[in-house]
Nanobody, 120 residues
């Protein structure tokens, strides 16, 4: 399994970024997949996820600001992040979901991540 993220960077509050994750080494369309973030001293937490059928999950703090999508033909998952806030600062990784929900036990494989910085 290989997951390679891109698209992170420094953005001012209220700005937008689009993250991309290119997946390989597994049957992409067969898996739920999502985006998680990590800040120093804390564990990985799910931000958003998308099931095989296209239904989605968002953690409360990003609802109405972030949008997840997937392109099974390109083996790629995206995260459109709008109205970014300083508290969104973290390293964002895409991850496969090998459980039944979006908790810490549901992580499968994840990538190295791409940093997102929103200064206060």
């Amino acid at each position: 399994v290989q997951l390679v993220e891109s698209g992170g960077g420094l953005v001012q509050p209220g700005g937008s970024l689009r993250l991309s994750c290119a997946a390989s080494g597994f049957t992409f369309s067969s898996y739920a997949i999502g985006w998680a973030r990590q800040v120093p001293g804390k564990g990985l937490e799910w931000v958003s996820g998308i099931y095989r059928d296209g239904s989605t999950y968002y953690t409360d703090s990003v609802k109405d600001r972030f949008t997840i999508s997937r392109d099974n033909a390109k083996n790629t998952v995206y995260l459109q992040m709008n109205s970014l806030k300083p508290e969104d600062t973290a390293v964002y990784s895409c991850a496969t979901n090998e459980g039944t929900g979006w908790g810490t036990r549901d992580f499968g494989s994840w990538g190295q991540g791409t940093p997102v910085t929103v200064p206060s």
